[in-house]
Nanobody, 115 residues
Framework: LQLVESGGGLVQPGGSLMLSCVAS????????IAWFRQAPGKEREAVSC????????NYAGSVKGRFTISRDNAKNTVYLQMNSLKPEDTAVYYC?????????WGRGTQVTVSS
């Protein structure tokens, strides 16, 4: 299983980005997938998680109302729509999936929010 993130970049405060996480090697339809982020000098933190079909996603308080996680099982892809971005959202964003005791991570995509 491989996870590949994309969609990061430089955006001004108040702007939007949509990140994608494409899974390859197996279907991830029924597995929970999470987005994490890590800012320089800080611990990696959970941003959002989506479980199987017809479940309610979870969000960190700092992004609730601004970020939306979604998945397209036909494309084996999970998205993170990020709106009203703030400088404190600057970080490397990673997607993560757990299967039993194994944890899979992508290499991350850099998001920089700056004027």
């Amino acid at each position: 299983l491989q996870l590949v993130e994309s969609g990061g970049g430089l955006v001004q405060p108040g702007g939007s980005l949509m990140l994608s996480c494409v899974a390859s090697g197996m279907s991830v339809d029924y597995y929970a997938i999470a987005w994490f982020r890590q800012a320089p000098g800080k611990e990696r933190e959970a941003v959002s998680c989506v479980s199987g079909p017809d479940t309610t996603p979870n969000y960190a308080g700092s992004v609730k109302g601004r970020f939306t996680i979604s998945r397209d099982n036909a494309k084996n892809t999970v998205y993170l729509q990020m709106n009203s971005l703030k400088p404190e959202d600057t970080a490397v964003y990673y997607c993560q999936l757990s299967i039993q005791s194994d944890s899979y991570w992508g290499r991350g995509t850099q998001v920089t929010v700056s004027s």
